[in-house]
T-cell receptor, first 115, second 109 residues
Framework: DTAVSQTPKYLVTQMGNDKSIKCEQN?????MYWYKQDSKKFLKIMFS???????INETVPNRFSPKSPDKAHLNLHINSLELGDSAVYFC??????????????FGPGTRLTVT | SQKIEQNSEALNIQEGKTATLTCNYT??????LQWYRQDPGRGPVFLLL?????KEKRKERLKVTFDTTLKQSLFHITASQPADSATYLC????????FGAGTRLTVKP
């Protein structure tokens, strides 16, 4: 059973398009996250949701919009894709807020390539 | 601004030796620090968590230390094996958690 799953695994699209990445966790966790890992392998947090409410919203372009329909799902929608958006996007979940030191469980990642 | 530095981008050691990875942070007072392992093409996997009031934590062949005076954490893998080859990420945390760039460890047979 996959704990944190993401779809699609690979996404190739052209500049200017709109795309979505879906994430689901079956661990019963309260908090979910989106991270971006660029070509230099730096893992940077983008968003954090706790019980369907946005907790952390790092300085990311407002072309990126997270949506959490329920506690088990956190989707990432990206408008007007740009070349610089090419990266691997990871979804993660934890039992509580990161500030209370809970370990995070990561999905397999979605490799987004914008051409 | 907050900065997290992991000692080197890559570390090569011989099988059976102890690997020591370093994580230094500045302008930051984390309440805890986590270590993760990441294999190519996969998401990070949690290994160990150590809190600011703990000096050392162990799990099987892994050991982590946390020195809040030096603002440093050391991650040790004893009796290293080729299967330990991966990138290791440190993540100090307070209200949120931030990751270092990682150290790519290669254990040669």
């Amino acid at each position: 059973d996959t704990a944190v799953s993401q779809t699609p695994k690979y996404l190739v699209t052209q500049m200017g398009n709109d795309k979505s990445i879906k994430c689901e966790q079956n661990l019963g966790h309260d908090t979910m996250y989106w991270y971006k890992q660029d070509s230099k392998k730096f893992l940077k947090i983008m968003f954090s949701y706790n019980n369907k409410e946005l907790i952390i919203n790092e300085t990311v372009p407002n072309r990126f919009s997270p949506k959490s329909p329920d506690k088990a799902h956190l989707n990432l929608h990206i408008n007007s894709l740009e070349l610089g958006d090419s990266a691997v996007y990871f979804c993660a979940s934890s039992q509580g807020l990161a500030g209370i030191s809970y370990e995070q469980y990561f999905g397999p990642g979605t490799r987004l390539t914008v051409t | 601004s907050q900065k997290i530095e992991q000692n080197s981008e890559a570390l090569n050691i011989q099988e059976g030796k102890t690997a020591t990875l370093t994580c230094n942070y500045t302008n930051y007072s984390p309440a805890y620090l986590q270590w993760y392992r990441q294999d190519p093409g996969r998401g990070p996997v949690f290994l160990l968590l150590i809190r600011e009031n703990e000096k050392e934590k162990r799990k099987e062949r892994l050991k982590v230390t946390f020195d809040t005076t030096l603002k440093q954490s050391l991650f040790h893998i004893t009796a290293s094996q080729p299967a330990d080859s991966a990138t290791y990420l440190c993540a100090p945390g307070n209200n949120d958690m931030r990751f270092g760039a990682g150290t790519r460890l290669t254990v040669k047979p």
